[in-house]
């Protein structure tokens, strides 16, 4: 059974940065295609950010695609959120996400496998 733990949320100003961190365990990390979905209050999940097994494709939303960046490390089998130019709006709790494919992401990831607990973001003005 694989385990998802992220960690790396917290209160930060608008403009600022934080990078989410997702440690995996109990599985064949480089088995899976991995993202970040995200929970306003009040508001469904969404998908954020998604990369394939070897981090050779990437998927960003509209609302986040050139301030954050997805990334993975293999070797230490995380996967990580470089969130830059912070918005009240991306006040959420953020998830990480698994799914066996040994695709190139081109979309949100779908059919998701296994999900981490969250990590809270805050983004105050």
């Known amino acids: 059974q694989v385990q998802l733990v992220e960690s790396g949320g917290a209160l930060v100003q608008a403009g600022g940065s934080l990078r989410l961190s997702c440690a995996a365990s109990?599985?064949?990390?480089?088995?899976?295609?991995m993202g970040w979905f995200r929970q306003a209050p009040g508001k469904e999940r969404e998908s954020v950010a998604a990369?394939?097994?070897?981090?050779?494709?990437?998927y960003y939303s509209a609302a986040v695609k050139g301030r954050f960046t997805i990334s993975r490390d293999n070797i230490k089998n995380t996967v990580y959120l470089q969130m830059n130019d912070l918005k009240p709006e991306d006040t959420a709790i953020y998830y990480c996400?698994?799914?066996?494919?040994?695709?190139?992401?081109?979309?949100?990831?779908?059919?998701?496998?296994?999900w981490g607990k969250g990590t809270l973001v805050t983004v105050s003005s």
């Open positions: 990369i394939s097994w070897g981090g050779g494709s990437t």
């Open positions: 996400a698994g799914k066996h494919s040994s695709h190139a992401v081109i979309a949100p990831l779908d059919g998701v496998n296994y």
């Open positions: 109990g599985g064949t990390f480089n088995a899976y295609a």
